[in-house]
């Protein structure tokens, strides 16, 4: 059986764990590094666990002619191709460690999706504590290899997958010894339709495959990951940004600061709502309950030695008396002592 829980940092990612807040700074940082650390600080505000960018070069992504996806064109012209915009959006290899030094001394934990195998090195030289594996690249079996081979916790997203494709990658990566996996829900649009999300495919993810699930989402919604978090998501990775006027490909379907704080404060409100599962009383019921139940009273002055009958009787709070449905209990019964109207009868007070 797959491991139930999986370990990031000092994290414990799993069932009944607090859900795991990834703030997806992605390529919103358009290439600054001193925008990367606003984006930095804007992820600690909020309260996420961790803030995830990318690691990439143009090179290794996409050919000198490629297209632009339909929601790059959107959101950032068709003035350039796909490797241009990319271009742009890269970090150097000191970016990457001053941007990992700073999230550390933020108190967050600094994390990137890699997209070829010198980002992946770059990565695991720094001591990034897992591998986040974009959806895109779930067919990338020599990319997955690769991630595998660094023995480090893998978060994969599945957009754009079947069941099937999501079950090659799992056999996959267990026999190249991957041990440690999160799967993310993710429908890979910029941004996603709500009524495209079908949520539900987080359980079934997790009843296919047996292991932690999240979400990774796309839609500008607050309402949706706090939705995944009460069905079970282990995980929340949501993008962000400081401004989603700001040029870019992602800034449009990004949550802006407040919103990323909102989000998480929400996600934490759920959680603490959705409690074990054990039903019990609060300690603010225990002392409700005194006086919003109802007992078994007097309904008129009952002398000593006085057989008890229906009429005698009322239902009325507090609670500190005979509950009613012991009410049976006390017709037929012969008093033991002068009852007042009103007066909660006991058992002590009847024979």
């Given at each position: ?13 799993g069932e ?6 990834i703030a997806?700074a992605g ?9 990367a650390?606003?984006l ?9 666990d961790a ?7 143009a ?14 064109k ?20 000191e ?5 990992k030094?700073y999230?550390?001394?933020?108190g ?10 010198a980002?992946i090195?770059?990565l695991?030289g ?14 990338n079996l020599p ?8 023995k480090?916790?893998?978060?994969m997203?599945?957009?754009m ?18 041990k ?15 009524e495209?999300m079908n949520?539900?495919v ?6 296919t ?9 796309h ?7 706090v ?26 379907a ?5 919103e990323?704080k909102q ?5 934490r409100e759920?959680?603490m709502?959705l409690?074990d599962?054990v ?12 006086v919003?139940?109802?007992s078994?009273?007097?309904k ?6 006085v ?5 005698m009787l009322?239902i009325r709070?507090p609670?500190?008396g005979?509950?009613a449905k012991f009410m ?7 008093t033991?002592?002068d009852?007042k109207s009103g ?9």
């Amino acid at each position: 059986m797959p491991p139930t829980t999986v370990k990031i940092a000092d994290r414990i990612i799993g069932e009944g764990r607090p859900c795991f807040i990834i703030a997806e700074a992605g390529v919103n940082h358009n290439g600054d590094i001193n925008l990367a650390r606003k984006l930095i600080d804007a992820a600690r505000d909020a309260g996420a666990d961790a803030v995830k960018f990318q690691t990439f070069t143009a090179e290794a992504i996409a050919t000198k002619g490629a297209e632009k996806a339909p929601y790059q064109k959107e959101a950032s012209g068709t003035g350039e191709s796909q490797y241009d915009m990319l271009k742009k959006l890269e970090l150097s290899k000191e970016a990457h460690r001053e941007l990992k030094n700073y999230a550390e001394k933020q108190g967050i934990i600094f994390l990137s999706t890699p997209f070829d195998e010198a980002s992946i090195d770059l990565l695991d030289g720094l001591g990034v504590p897992a591998f986040k594996v974009a959806s895109g690249e779930i067919t990338n079996l020599p990319l997955i290899k690769y991630i595998a081979k660094k023995k480090k916790p893998v978060i994969m997203s599945t957009g754009m997958s079947t069941l099937d494709e999501i079950g090659e990658v799992l056999e996959f990566l267990h026999n190249e010894g991957a041990k440690e996996i999160i799967l993310l829900h993710c429908v890979s649009v910029y941004p996603a339709k709500i009524e495209d999300m079908n949520l539900r495919v987080m359980v079934s993810l997790r009843r296919t495959f047996g292991l932690p699930v999240g979400l990774s989402d796309h839609t500008t919604s607050i309402t949706v990951p706090v939705a995944a978090v009460a069905l079970g998501a282990c995980v929340i990775e949501k993008h962000f940004t400081l401004d989603r006027n700001l040029p870019g490909p992602d800034h449009q379907a990004s949550l802006e600061p407040q919103e990323l704080k909102q989000m998480v404060k929400s996600t934490r409100e759920v959680e603490m709502a959705l409690g074990d599962g054990v039903k019990r009383l609060t300690p603010d019921e225990i002392e409700n309950k005194k006086v919003t139940r109802r007992s078994i009273v007097a309904k008129i002055d009952i002398p000593n030695g006085v057989t008890i009958t229906k009429e005698m009787l009322a239902i009325r709070r507090p609670g500190n008396g005979l509950e009613a449905k012991f009410m049976n209990l006390v017709i037929g019964k012969t008093t033991q002592k002068d009852i007042k109207s009103g007066e909660a009868i006991t058992l002590s007070k009847v024979g």
